[in-house]
């Protein structure tokens, strides 16, 4: 069974930390991973995509991935309490043509 | 304008009856899918289907079935309703050659 898991929380930062949020994968066949935002009662929201090793920055979000330890974590700068919300792992492989989740990190952001 | 568009949102229904979700998507992607979401919020693969090809996930009961009248619809039909099939159903779309997926709004499925 090819797998993402990632720590369920909850997560809770104050206002203006960093939120670090990591995710680790079974499957080396692998090739893209993202990271979505869901919040209670909606429908995941993809926020960050990324496809080879090292980092990826958009605005207060950094993705990191590194295939060798198949670890991939999610960075969110200057947390608001609107960050409030489960952030979902996935992985694609794309032989299955299958994008496999993770459980989701609850993270709370605390005035 | 609604990317991603599941009817209804809400289904309660009693155990036995057979009864279907609808899924349209405008963005013209050639990949759609079903999602199951459990209460524990873990989000499962069902289907996916790109160009009259079906992919399913061999521990979907065979109760499910998708159909697809054409490229932007991809309906769930479920027949003889489970306790255990309660549920949120997402369907969601990707452009061929990628992985980002769009969803829609979701179905909360309740069987009682």
């Known amino acids: 069974q090819k797998e993402v898991e990632q720590n369920s929380g909850p997560l809770s930062v104050p206002e203006g930390a960093i939120a670090s949020l990591n995710c680790t994968y079974s499957d080396r066949g692998s090739q893209s991973f993202f990271w979505y935002r869901q919040y209670s009662g909606k429908s995941p929201e993809l926020i960050m995509s990324?496809?080879?090793?090292g980092d990826k920055e958009d605005g207060r979000f950094t993705a990191q991935l590194n295939k060798a330890s198949q670890y991939v974590s999610l960075l969110i700068r200057d947390s608001q309490p609107s960050d409030s919300a489960t952030y979902l792992c996935a992985a694609w492989t794309g032989s299955a043509r299958q994008l496999t989740f993770g459980s989701g990190t609850q993270l709370t952001v605390l005035p | 304008d609604t990317a991603v568009s599941q009817t209804p949102k809400y289904l309660v229904t009693q155990m036995g009856n057979d009864k279907s979700i609808k899924c349209e998507q405008n963005?013209?992607?050639?990949?759609m899918y079903w999602y199951k979401q459990d209460s524990k919020k873990f989000l499962k693969i069902m289907f996916s289907y790109n160009n009259k090809e079906l992919i399913i996930n061999e521990t979907v009961p065979n109760r499910f079935s998708p159909k697809s009248p054409d490229k932007a619809h991809l309906n769930l039909h479920i027949n003889s309703l489970e306790l255990g099939d309660s549920a949120v159903y997402f369907c969601a779309s990707s452009p061929t050659g990628t992985a980002e997926a769009f969803f829609g709004q979701g179905t909360r499925l309740t069987v009682v």
């Open positions: 990324i496809y080879s090793n």
């Open positions: 963005l013209g992607h050639d990949t």
